[in-house]
């Protein structure tokens, strides 16, 4: 059974980096074509997804068109971990945000994290 | 980008009432669409997937239908257990999710 489980701050302030990790279980990163990428929704509002990844090659990573100059998706296989890093927080970026598996592109989400509420305000 | 909106917003119906939610796409998505219900708190749960494939452990009270730009969801009997938030989300041109549709017991 595959479970992620997502990390990071609370809170953030105006102009951080946030920086997210989704602890991914019951699967191999360095199997082909396991991806894992970030969704966020802001309170009350709808899901979003920011981006993607199914290795460390460039080509293998995607990003949401609006953030692509604020977000970094990477990953580490020996901890079994992505990490998604977006610069420049503001409080329109206030949301919960999900660690989703990708199984290949033209498939919808089967697991999700749980996840974790970030907060930006100073 | 492939836009999506769904209709209605919010649909209050009576338990045992057949419900059915409409997603539309900006454009063709063929049948790369999944449905998602999201429970208060809780992340969305895969219920359908290629516009009408039910996924394993679901409920057959859902359906969904559709191809191309217009999708539907349905619930044939409405439970209370099934008070959540639905989502419609295309996944032709990378994810993206319409504006969700609340559905309350009258």
């Known amino acids: 059974q595959v479970t992620l489980k997502e990390s990071g701050p609370v809170l953030v302030k105006p102009t951080e980096t946030l920086t997210l990790t989704c602890t991914v279980s019951?699967?191999?990163?360095?199997?082909?074509?396991?991806?894992v990428g970030w969704i966020r929704q802001p309170p009350g509002k709808a899901l979003e997804w920011l981006a993607h990844?199914?290795?460390?090659?460039?080509?293998?990573?995607s990003y949401i068109t609006s953030l692509r100059n604020r977000l970094t998706i990477s990953r580490d296989t020996s901890t079994g971990q992505v990490v998604l890093t977006m610069s420049n927080m503001e409080p329109g970026d206030t949301g919960t945000y999900y660690c989703?598996?990708?199984?290949?592109?033209?498939?919808?989400?089967?697991?999700w994290g749980q996840g974790t509420l970030v907060t930006v305000s100073s | 980008d492939t836009q999506m909106t769904q209709s209605p917003s919010t649909l209050s119906a009576s338990v045992g009432d057949r419900v059915t939610i409409t997603c539309r796409a900006s454009?063709?998505?063929?049948?790369?669409l999944a449905w998602y219900q999201q429970k208060p708190g809780k992340a969305p749960k895969l219920l359908i997937y290629?516009?009408?494939n039910l996924e394993t452990g679901v409920s057959s009270r859902f359906s969904g239908s559709g191809s191309g730009t217009e999708f539907t969801l349905a619930i044939s009997s409405l439970q209370s257990d099934d008070i959540a938030t639905y989502y419609c989300?295309?996944?032709?041109?990378?994810?993206?999710f319409g504006q969700g549709t609340k559905v309350e017991i009258k």
């Open positions: 989703v598996r990708v199984r290949d592109i033209l498939e919808p989400f089967d697991s």
């Open positions: 019951g699967l191999s990163l360095t199997n082909t074509r396991v991806g």
């Open positions: 990844l199914f290795s460390e090659e460039e080509k293998e990573k």
């Open positions: 454009q063709s998505v063929n049948r790369w």
């Open positions: 290629e516009a009408s």
């Open positions: 989300q295309q996944y032709n041109d990378f994810w993206t």
